[in-house]
């Protein structure tokens, strides 16, 4: 069964530093999203992408995080300085079509110290 | 994916019995709902969805149910075995919203053999 994959399933990082996190979509999906949970609250929407831009963003999605497919396959998400509140479970998703049935990958755990 | 809060409501049910998870939605122009399973160490996974058009819908051995005079999301599970034990997340979503969802806080489900 297709699924999404992310790497590095934990990072731990220092206060500042820039950290990158990596996905795989659903191959033949055309619609990429980033999530998170911080420990103890709710799955929040970060960001969505098409066609190679964004197509929506949260308020939490601010200068500090961007997002790109450079290659066709890899999808991620740059924190350029983190900040202890960064500390994270970050989920991948993609879809087929927009608004369609979501798959999220198994998460990525950033920890900043 | 690590969803655990320290105030996580938590539903205990025998095995074989029916379970029941509610969630109250907030936003009135949400038109389409999700539910979605998380268990430990992996990321949400649909479950099943509804639109606002509908007042029910069922799956294999999963229904939910919608009222929308009273914002509420009902997901019943039949006869609910050791393999349903997760923790459950509504969703919802403006139908033209992509899928910028607003996740729920969760309920633990913990199935007793």
């Known amino acids: 069964e297709p699924e999404v994959t992310q790497t590095p399933s ?36 970060l960001v969505s992408f098409y ?7 949260s308020e939490i999605f ?15 998400l740059k924190i350029r300085s983190t900040k202890l509140e960064d500390s994270a479970m970050y989920f991948c998703a993609s879809s087929w079509d927009r608004g369609g049935e979501l798959f999220f990958g198994e998460g990525s755990r950033l920890t900043v110290l | 994916g690590e969803s655990v809060g320290l105030h996580l409501p938590t539903l205990s049910v025998q095995e074989g019995d029916n379970s029941i998870i509610n969630c109250a939605y907030s936003n009135s ?3 389409y709902f999700i539910w979605y399973k998380q268990e430990s160490g992996k990321g949400p996974q649909f479950i099943i969805d509804i639109r606002s058009n509908m007042d029910k819908r069922q799956g294999q051995r999963v229904t939910v149910l919608l009222n929308k005079t009273v914002k509420h999301l009902s997901l019943q599970i039949a006869a609910t075995q050791p393999g349903d034990s997760a923790v459950y997340f509504c969703a919802e979503n403006r139908d033209n919203a992509g899928n910028m969802l607003t996740f729920g806080g969760g309920t633990r489900l913990m199935v007793k053999p």
């Not at chain 1, 206060?15 to 799955?43: A, D, T």
């Not at chain 1, 601010?62 to 991620?76: A, H, I, K, L, Y």
């Open chain 1, 10 to 45: 934990h990072q731990v990082t220092q206060m500042g530093q820039e950290v990158i996190l990596r996905c795989v979509p659903i191959s033949n999906h055309l619609y990429f999203y980033w999530y998170r949970q911080i420990l103890g609250q709710k799955v929040e929407f």
């Open chain 1, 51 to 57: 066609n190679n831009e964004i197509s929506e963003k």
């Open chain 1, 62 to 76: 601010d200068d500090q995080f961007s997002v790109e497919r450079p290659d066709g396959s890899n999808f991620t």
């Open chain 2, 29 to 31: 122009a949400s038109d």
